[in-house]
Protein backbone atom coordinates (compact mmCIF):
# COMPACT_ATOMS: atom_id res chain seq x y z
CA UNK A 1 0.00 0.00 0.00
CA UNK A 2 2.81 2.53 0.80
CA UNK A 3 4.97 1.31 -2.29
CA UNK A 4 1.10 2.19 -4.17
CA UNK A 5 1.25 5.67 -2.67
CA UNK A 6 4.60 6.78 -2.79
CA UNK A 7 4.24 5.98 -6.88
CA UNK A 8 1.68 8.70 -7.20
CA UNK A 9 4.28 11.02 -5.70
CA UNK A 10 6.94 9.68 -7.69
CA UNK A 11 4.83 10.64 -10.83
CA UNK A 12 3.93 13.81 -9.69
CA UNK A 13 7.18 14.58 -9.43
CA UNK A 14 7.72 13.97 -13.26
CA UNK A 15 4.65 15.62 -14.11
CA UNK A 16 6.69 18.77 -12.08
CA UNK A 17 9.97 18.26 -13.59
CA UNK A 18 8.35 17.79 -17.14
CA UNK A 19 6.45 21.09 -16.59
CA UNK A 20 9.56 22.49 -15.70
CA UNK A 21 11.21 21.75 -19.19
CA UNK A 22 8.14 22.70 -20.71
CA UNK A 23 8.62 26.27 -18.90
CA UNK A 24 12.33 26.15 -19.89
CA UNK A 25 11.41 25.40 -23.69
CA UNK A 26 8.92 27.89 -24.17
CA UNK A 27 10.86 30.80 -22.20
CA UNK A 28 14.04 30.12 -25.34
CA UNK A 29 11.51 29.82 -28.17
CA UNK A 30 9.95 32.82 -27.13
CA UNK A 31 13.11 34.63 -26.97
CA UNK A 32 14.40 33.19 -30.71
CA UNK A 33 14.44 36.97 -31.96
CA UNK A 34 15.60 38.32 -28.38
CA UNK A 35 18.85 40.01 -29.20
CA UNK A 36 21.93 38.65 -27.68
CA UNK A 37 19.76 36.24 -25.76
CA UNK A 38 21.79 32.84 -24.30
CA UNK A 39 19.65 29.77 -24.38
CA UNK A 40 18.77 27.70 -21.06
CA UNK A 41 18.53 24.26 -20.66
CA UNK A 42 17.08 22.40 -17.08
CA UNK A 43 19.19 19.77 -15.60
CA UNK A 44 17.30 17.21 -13.68
CA UNK A 45 18.73 14.77 -10.33
CA UNK A 46 16.85 11.97 -9.45
CA UNK A 47 15.80 11.29 -5.78
CA UNK A 48 16.41 8.50 -3.43
CA UNK A 49 14.05 8.15 -0.03
CA UNK A 50 13.30 5.05 0.62
CA UNK A 51 15.29 1.95 1.83
CA UNK A 52 13.70 -1.76 1.15
CA UNK A 53 15.64 -4.72 3.15
CA UNK A 54 15.27 -7.99 2.26
CA UNK A 55 17.06 -11.05 2.12
CA UNK A 56 19.52 -9.87 -0.59
CA UNK A 57 20.33 -7.45 1.21
CA UNK A 58 19.67 -3.50 1.39
CA UNK A 59 17.56 -1.91 -1.50
CA UNK A 60 16.88 1.61 -2.55
CA UNK A 61 14.13 2.91 -4.18
CA UNK A 62 13.77 6.10 -6.57
CA UNK A 63 11.01 8.66 -5.66
CA UNK A 64 11.11 10.41 -8.42
CA UNK A 65 12.58 13.75 -9.77
CA UNK A 66 13.73 17.24 -8.78
CA UNK A 67 15.50 20.57 -10.59
CA UNK A 68 19.01 20.51 -10.25
CA UNK A 69 19.60 23.90 -12.39
CA UNK A 70 18.80 25.82 -14.71
CA UNK A 71 21.72 26.85 -16.89
CA UNK A 72 22.63 29.26 -19.22
CA UNK A 73 24.42 28.57 -22.20
CA UNK A 74 26.84 31.16 -22.71
CA UNK A 75 27.77 30.12 -26.47
CA UNK A 76 28.59 32.65 -29.30
CA UNK A 77 25.95 33.68 -31.48
CA UNK A 78 25.95 34.53 -34.96
CA UNK A 79 26.30 38.16 -36.06
CA UNK A 80 23.40 40.59 -37.89
CA UNK A 81 25.25 43.59 -39.49
CA UNK A 82 22.78 47.16 -38.84
CA UNK A 83 24.27 49.65 -40.05
CA UNK A 84 24.67 51.71 -36.59
CA UNK A 85 27.59 52.68 -35.64
CA UNK A 86 26.50 52.50 -31.88
CA UNK A 87 25.52 48.73 -32.23
CA UNK A 88 27.48 46.64 -30.50
CA UNK A 89 28.35 42.77 -30.53
CA UNK A 90 30.86 40.52 -28.99
CA UNK A 91 33.04 37.71 -30.51
CA UNK A 92 34.10 36.18 -27.64
CA UNK A 93 34.13 36.53 -23.67
CA UNK A 94 32.55 39.41 -22.00
CA UNK A 95 29.52 41.27 -21.18
CA UNK A 96 29.07 45.21 -21.84
CA UNK A 97 28.47 46.89 -18.35
CA UNK A 98 25.62 48.86 -17.55
CA UNK A 99 24.91 50.94 -14.72
CA UNK A 100 20.76 50.82 -14.04
CA UNK A 101 18.22 49.33 -11.28
CA UNK A 102 17.72 46.12 -10.95
CA UNK A 103 16.11 43.86 -7.36
CA UNK A 104 15.68 47.65 -5.65
CA UNK A 105 18.87 49.57 -6.31
CA UNK A 106 20.63 51.00 -8.77
CA UNK A 107 23.99 48.79 -9.37
CA UNK A 108 26.27 47.77 -11.98
CA UNK A 109 24.28 45.28 -14.84
CA UNK A 110 26.27 42.85 -17.21
CA UNK A 111 24.65 42.41 -20.63
CA UNK A 112 25.23 40.61 -24.40
CA UNK A 113 23.04 42.84 -25.96
CA UNK A 114 24.69 45.65 -27.55
CA UNK A 115 22.09 47.83 -28.87
CA UNK A 116 23.21 51.34 -27.82
CA UNK A 117 22.52 54.85 -28.74
CA UNK A 118 22.98 58.90 -27.46
CA UNK A 119 20.74 59.89 -25.33
CA UNK A 120 19.46 64.15 -25.22
CA UNK A 121 22.88 64.42 -22.41
CA UNK A 122 25.29 62.55 -24.88
CA UNK A 123 25.46 59.58 -22.89
CA UNK A 124 25.59 56.20 -24.34
CA UNK A 125 22.96 54.41 -22.96
CA UNK A 126 20.93 50.95 -24.10
CA UNK A 127 17.11 50.94 -25.24
CA UNK A 128 15.67 51.19 -21.49
CA UNK A 129 17.81 54.09 -20.72
CA UNK A 130 20.97 52.31 -18.86
CA UNK A 131 23.96 53.94 -19.05
CA UNK A 132 27.20 52.41 -20.68
CA UNK A 133 30.39 52.17 -18.51
CA UNK A 134 33.82 52.70 -19.92
CA UNK A 135 36.55 55.68 -20.17
CA UNK A 136 35.77 58.78 -21.44
CA UNK A 137 38.22 61.03 -23.13
CA UNK A 138 39.58 64.77 -22.41
CA UNK A 139 39.54 67.87 -24.94
CA UNK A 140 42.79 65.89 -25.99
CA UNK A 141 42.06 63.00 -26.61
CA UNK A 142 43.52 61.07 -23.33
CA UNK A 143 41.50 58.60 -21.70
CA UNK A 144 40.31 58.79 -18.09
CA UNK A 145 41.25 55.92 -15.66
CA UNK A 146 38.16 55.98 -13.75
CA UNK A 147 35.13 53.97 -15.26
CA UNK A 148 32.02 56.25 -15.61
CA UNK A 149 29.02 56.43 -17.53
CA UNK A 150 30.29 57.10 -21.48
CA UNK A 151 29.50 60.75 -22.26
CA UNK A 152 30.15 62.39 -25.64
CA UNK A 153 30.09 66.39 -24.84
CA UNK A 154 32.80 67.46 -27.49
CA UNK A 155 30.31 68.16 -30.89
CA UNK A 156 33.03 70.70 -31.74
CA UNK A 157 36.58 70.12 -31.93
CA UNK A 158 38.61 73.08 -31.27
CA UNK A 159 41.40 74.74 -33.35
CA UNK A 160 45.13 74.17 -33.34
CA UNK A 161 47.29 76.77 -34.75
CA UNK A 162 49.77 75.23 -37.35
CA UNK A 163 53.69 75.05 -35.40
CA UNK A 164 55.29 72.66 -37.68
CA UNK A 165 55.43 72.48 -41.66
CA UNK A 166 57.43 69.78 -42.90
CA UNK A 167 58.17 70.94 -47.16
CA UNK A 168 60.33 68.18 -49.15
CA UNK A 169 60.85 68.91 -53.10
CA UNK A 170 63.07 68.32 -55.35
CA UNK A 171 65.04 71.46 -56.67
CA UNK A 172 66.47 71.21 -60.32
CA UNK A 173 70.51 71.61 -60.55
CA UNK A 174 69.86 73.64 -64.32
CA UNK A 175 67.29 75.89 -63.46
CA UNK A 176 68.93 79.47 -63.41
CA UNK A 177 69.75 81.94 -61.41
CA UNK A 178 67.08 83.89 -60.47
CA UNK A 179 67.86 85.47 -57.04
CA UNK A 180 67.56 87.88 -55.36
CA UNK A 181 63.23 87.09 -54.63
CA UNK A 182 61.30 89.69 -55.86
CA UNK A 183 57.69 89.41 -54.44
CA UNK A 184 56.11 91.40 -57.12
CA UNK A 185 57.85 89.53 -60.17
CA UNK A 186 57.92 85.91 -58.83
CA UNK A 187 57.71 84.40 -62.24
CA UNK A 188 61.59 85.88 -63.14
CA UNK A 189 62.84 85.18 -59.69
CA UNK A 190 62.28 82.15 -58.69
CA UNK A 191 61.63 78.60 -60.01
CA UNK A 192 59.58 76.65 -57.76
CA UNK A 193 56.58 77.40 -56.06
CA UNK A 194 53.89 75.63 -53.82
CA UNK A 195 51.47 76.26 -51.33
CA UNK A 196 50.91 75.44 -47.98
CA UNK A 197 47.65 76.26 -45.67
CA UNK A 198 48.31 77.26 -42.19
CA UNK A 199 46.04 78.01 -39.37
CA UNK A 200 46.16 80.37 -36.59
CA UNK A 201 44.99 80.36 -33.33
CA UNK A 202 40.97 81.01 -34.32
CA UNK A 203 40.96 78.47 -37.27
CA UNK A 204 41.14 80.75 -40.14
CA UNK A 205 43.12 79.27 -42.86
CA UNK A 206 46.05 81.12 -44.72
CA UNK A 207 47.29 80.59 -47.29
CA UNK A 208 51.02 80.45 -47.37
CA UNK A 209 52.92 80.42 -50.60
CA UNK A 210 56.70 79.36 -50.40
CA UNK A 211 59.35 80.32 -53.34
CA UNK A 212 62.44 78.70 -54.24
CA UNK A 213 65.31 80.85 -55.89
CA UNK A 214 68.57 80.01 -57.18
CA UNK A 215 70.63 81.87 -56.27
CA UNK A 216 73.91 80.05 -56.86
CA UNK A 217 75.56 76.35 -57.61
CA UNK A 218 74.22 74.39 -55.33
CA UNK A 219 72.18 76.63 -53.27
CA UNK A 220 68.89 77.93 -52.77
CA UNK A 221 66.97 80.75 -51.06
CA UNK A 222 63.40 80.00 -49.73
CA UNK A 223 60.61 82.54 -48.97
CA UNK A 224 57.19 82.69 -47.21
CA UNK A 225 54.83 85.22 -48.96
CA UNK A 226 51.60 85.97 -47.55
CA UNK A 227 48.61 88.28 -48.43
CA UNK A 228 49.44 91.47 -46.62
CA UNK A 229 45.61 91.99 -45.79
CA UNK A 230 46.13 88.67 -43.00
CA UNK A 231 49.20 90.34 -41.14
CA UNK A 232 49.30 92.70 -38.70
CA UNK A 233 50.44 96.32 -40.88
CA UNK A 234 49.59 95.04 -43.70
CA UNK A 235 47.52 95.63 -46.94
CA UNK A 236 45.28 93.68 -48.86
CA UNK A 237 46.90 92.60 -52.26
CA UNK A 238 50.44 93.95 -51.20
CA UNK A 239 52.27 90.69 -51.21
CA UNK A 240 54.27 90.45 -47.88
CA UNK A 241 57.68 87.98 -47.50
CA UNK A 242 58.55 86.46 -44.20
CA UNK A 243 62.42 84.72 -45.42
CA UNK A 244 62.61 80.89 -44.68
CA UNK A 245 66.35 80.85 -45.29
CA UNK A 246 68.99 79.02 -47.41
CA UNK A 247 69.15 75.19 -48.50
CA UNK A 248 72.65 74.02 -49.62
CA UNK A 249 73.40 70.23 -51.56
CA UNK A 250 76.59 68.89 -52.37
CA UNK A 251 77.29 67.40 -55.22
CA UNK A 252 75.28 64.00 -55.32
CA UNK A 253 72.30 66.40 -54.34
CA UNK A 254 71.98 65.85 -50.81
CA UNK A 255 70.93 68.40 -48.42
CA UNK A 256 74.38 69.55 -47.07
CA UNK A 257 72.92 72.28 -45.09
CA UNK A 258 69.12 73.98 -44.12
CA UNK A 259 69.85 77.38 -42.75
CA UNK A 260 66.50 78.05 -41.64
CA UNK A 261 65.37 80.32 -38.92
CA UNK A 262 63.20 78.36 -36.49
CA UNK A 263 60.81 79.11 -35.69
CA UNK A 264 58.94 81.55 -38.79
CA UNK A 265 57.13 84.41 -36.59
CA UNK A 266 53.58 85.05 -38.44
CA UNK A 267 51.47 88.07 -37.61
CA UNK A 268 48.43 86.96 -37.84
CA UNK A 269 45.39 89.66 -37.67
CA UNK A 270 42.87 89.52 -34.85
CA UNK A 271 44.82 86.40 -34.13
CA UNK A 272 47.50 85.22 -32.03
CA UNK A 273 51.10 85.35 -33.66
CA UNK A 274 51.56 82.15 -35.06
CA UNK A 275 55.07 80.86 -34.85
CA UNK A 276 55.88 77.88 -37.69
CA UNK A 277 58.86 75.83 -37.95
CA UNK A 278 59.80 74.42 -40.96
CA UNK A 279 61.42 71.84 -41.95
CA UNK A 280 62.90 70.95 -45.48
CA UNK A 281 64.91 67.58 -44.71
CA UNK A 282 67.48 65.43 -42.51
CA UNK A 283 70.23 68.06 -43.53
CA UNK A 284 73.47 66.60 -43.50
CA UNK A 285 75.59 69.37 -41.13
CA UNK A 286 72.60 68.71 -38.56
CA UNK A 287 73.37 64.87 -38.01
CA UNK A 288 71.22 63.81 -41.20
CA UNK A 289 71.58 61.32 -44.21
CA UNK A 290 70.63 64.42 -46.80
CA UNK A 291 68.59 61.91 -48.07
CA UNK A 292 65.34 62.04 -46.62
CA UNK A 293 63.61 65.23 -47.89
CA UNK A 294 64.72 67.78 -50.03
CA UNK A 295 67.26 67.12 -52.68
CA UNK A 296 68.52 68.75 -56.01
CA UNK A 297 68.60 66.15 -58.75
CA UNK A 298 68.43 66.33 -62.52
CA UNK A 299 66.46 64.59 -65.46
CA UNK A 300 62.95 66.16 -64.10
CA UNK A 301 60.90 68.58 -66.18
CA UNK A 302 61.03 71.21 -63.25
CA UNK A 303 61.52 71.27 -59.76
CA UNK A 304 58.34 70.27 -57.46
CA UNK A 305 57.07 69.65 -54.02
CA UNK A 306 57.68 66.02 -53.21
CA UNK A 307 55.85 65.97 -49.80
CA UNK A 308 53.92 68.74 -47.83
CA UNK A 309 52.14 68.50 -44.84
CA UNK A 310 51.58 70.62 -41.43
CA UNK A 311 50.11 70.27 -38.32
CA UNK A 312 47.25 73.02 -37.91
CA UNK A 313 43.67 72.59 -38.26
CA UNK A 314 40.50 74.68 -38.02
CA UNK A 315 37.25 74.49 -35.83
CA UNK A 316 35.64 70.95 -36.51
CA UNK A 317 32.01 69.71 -36.08
CA UNK A 318 31.64 66.48 -35.09
CA UNK A 319 30.59 64.39 -38.17
CA UNK A 320 30.39 60.54 -37.19
CA UNK A 321 31.47 58.08 -34.75
CA UNK A 322 33.09 54.54 -34.89
CA UNK A 323 33.81 52.20 -32.68
CA UNK A 324 37.02 49.92 -33.56
CA UNK A 325 37.57 46.15 -31.78
CA UNK A 326 39.11 47.43 -28.79
CA UNK A 327 36.16 49.32 -28.05
CA UNK A 328 37.49 52.90 -28.73
CA UNK A 329 35.19 55.33 -29.79
CA UNK A 330 36.44 57.66 -32.14
CA UNK A 331 34.45 61.24 -33.77
CA UNK A 332 35.27 61.95 -36.84
CA UNK A 333 34.70 65.96 -37.28
CA UNK A 334 34.32 68.02 -40.16
CA UNK A 335 38.01 69.31 -40.67
CA UNK A 336 39.10 65.88 -41.61
CA UNK A 337 40.33 65.34 -37.67
CA UNK A 338 39.92 62.21 -36.09
CA UNK A 339 39.94 61.99 -32.09
CA UNK A 340 39.54 59.59 -29.69
CA UNK A 341 35.88 60.34 -27.39
CA UNK A 342 35.85 57.26 -25.25
CA UNK A 343 35.89 53.43 -24.20
CA UNK A 344 33.58 50.81 -24.08
CA UNK A 345 34.55 48.81 -20.84
CA UNK A 346 33.92 44.83 -20.99
CA UNK A 347 33.46 42.13 -17.78
CA UNK A 348 34.32 38.76 -17.48
CA UNK A 349 33.60 36.31 -15.06
CA UNK A 350 34.70 33.12 -13.78
CA UNK A 351 32.00 31.50 -14.10
CA UNK A 352 28.90 33.20 -15.85
CA UNK A 353 26.54 30.14 -16.36
CA UNK A 354 26.06 31.35 -12.39
CA UNK A 355 24.93 34.64 -12.93
CA UNK A 356 21.89 36.14 -11.53
CA UNK A 357 19.24 36.73 -14.69
CA UNK A 358 16.99 40.31 -13.62
CA UNK A 359 15.10 40.62 -16.86
CA UNK A 360 15.66 42.42 -19.73
CA UNK A 361 18.52 40.34 -20.92
CA UNK A 362 20.54 41.85 -18.08
CA UNK A 363 22.58 39.94 -15.13
CA UNK A 364 23.88 40.82 -12.13
CA UNK A 365 27.30 38.96 -10.24
CA UNK A 366 26.23 36.16 -7.63
CA UNK A 367 28.87 34.48 -4.91
CA UNK A 368 29.14 31.65 -7.45
CA UNK A 369 29.75 33.33 -10.74
CA UNK A 370 32.78 35.55 -9.23
CA UNK A 371 33.40 39.16 -9.17
CA UNK A 372 33.40 40.95 -12.29
CA UNK A 373 36.89 41.22 -14.53
CA UNK A 374 36.58 44.86 -15.79
CA UNK A 375 39.14 45.93 -18.87
CA UNK A 376 39.64 46.88 -22.34
CA UNK A 377 38.36 44.36 -25.49
CA UNK A 378 40.66 41.96 -26.63
CA UNK A 379 42.68 41.77 -23.38
CA UNK A 380 42.54 39.21 -20.47
CA UNK A 381 40.52 36.73 -22.02
CA UNK A 382 38.26 39.26 -23.65
CA UNK A 383 36.85 39.17 -26.88
CA UNK A 384 36.83 41.73 -29.71
CA UNK A 385 34.17 44.00 -30.01
CA UNK A 386 32.19 44.73 -33.12
CA UNK A 387 31.09 47.94 -34.79
CA UNK A 388 27.55 48.18 -36.63
CA UNK A 389 26.42 45.17 -35.95
CA UNK A 390 24.21 42.87 -32.90
CA UNK A 391 24.56 39.44 -31.65
CA UNK A 392 21.65 37.30 -32.20
CA UNK A 393 20.06 35.02 -30.10
CA UNK A 394 21.28 31.67 -29.18
CA UNK A 395 18.06 29.72 -29.46
CA UNK A 396 17.99 26.94 -32.23
CA UNK A 397 14.59 26.49 -32.98
CA UNK A 398 14.67 22.77 -34.34
CA UNK A 399 16.38 21.80 -30.93
CA UNK A 400 13.93 23.37 -29.16
CA UNK A 401 10.81 21.77 -30.59
CA UNK A 402 12.89 18.17 -30.39
CA UNK A 403 13.18 18.93 -26.48
CA UNK A 404 9.23 19.99 -26.26
CA UNK A 405 8.30 16.78 -27.76
CA UNK A 406 10.41 14.99 -24.94
CA UNK A 407 8.68 16.55 -22.34
CA UNK A 408 5.57 16.15 -23.64
CA UNK A 409 6.02 12.46 -23.83
CA UNK A 410 7.57 12.42 -20.65
CA UNK A 411 4.59 14.54 -19.24
CA UNK A 412 2.33 11.84 -20.65
CA UNK A 413 4.00 9.19 -19.65
CA UNK A 414 4.02 10.34 -15.76
CA UNK A 415 0.43 10.83 -15.93
CA UNK A 416 0.12 6.87 -17.11
CA UNK A 417 2.19 5.75 -14.00
CA UNK A 418 0.12 8.05 -11.41
CA UNK A 419 -3.22 6.47 -13.62
CA UNK A 420 -1.99 2.94 -13.10
CA UNK A 421 -1.09 3.45 -9.21
CA UNK A 422 -4.75 4.76 -9.03
CA UNK A 423 -6.22 2.00 -10.95
CA UNK A 424 -4.66 -0.52 -8.48
CA UNK A 425 -5.43 1.53 -5.39
CA UNK A 426 -9.15 1.37 -6.83
CA UNK A 427 -8.96 -2.69 -6.88
CA UNK A 428 -7.59 -2.95 -3.38
CA UNK A 429 -10.49 -0.42 -1.83
CA UNK A 430 -12.74 -3.42 -3.85
CA UNK A 431 -11.78 -6.07 -1.40
CA UNK A 432 -13.34 -4.21 1.20
CA UNK A 433 -16.54 -4.66 -0.05
Same mark, same amino acid.
Given at each position: ?A?L?????????????S??GI?V? %?????NA +??? =?F???R @?HF #? $???S???V??T??N??G???????I???F????????G??TD???????FF??????????Q??????G?????????????? %???V??F +??? =???E?? @?I? #? $????????LE?N???????FA??RP????????D??DPDN????????V???????????T????????N???M???V?GGE?VG??A????VL????L????????L?????DPV?FD?LGAA????S?DFG??I???????E?S?QWNRV???I???????G?G??E?DG???D?Q?L?S???TN??TQVL?RV?????E????L?????????????S???L?GT????????????????S???L??????????????????????TA??L?QE?FQ???
Amino acid at each position: MAGLLGSLYTGNTGLHASSTGISVV %GDNIANA +NTT =GFKVSR @AHF #E $DLISEFVVGTTGTNQIGRGVTLQRIEKMFTQGSFQNTGVPTDLAISGDGFFVLNGTAEGRTQNLFTRNGAFRFDDEGYLVNQA %GYRVQGF +NAD =GTGELS @AIM #E $DIRVQRTHLEPNPTSQVELFANLRPDDPVTGPFDPNDPDNTSSFRTTVVAYDSLGNPHEVTVFGSRTAPNTWEMNAVVDGGELVGGVAGDPQVLPLGVLTFNDQGQLLDENVPDPVAFDWLGAAQGQISFDFGDAINDGGTGREGSSQWNRVTESIANFVSQDGFGTGELDGIAVDDQGLISGGFTNGRTQVLGRVVLARFEDPTELGVVGGNNFIESASSGQPLYGTARSGGRGAIISSALELSTVELSDQFIDLIAYQRAFQANSKTIQTADGLLQEVFQLLR
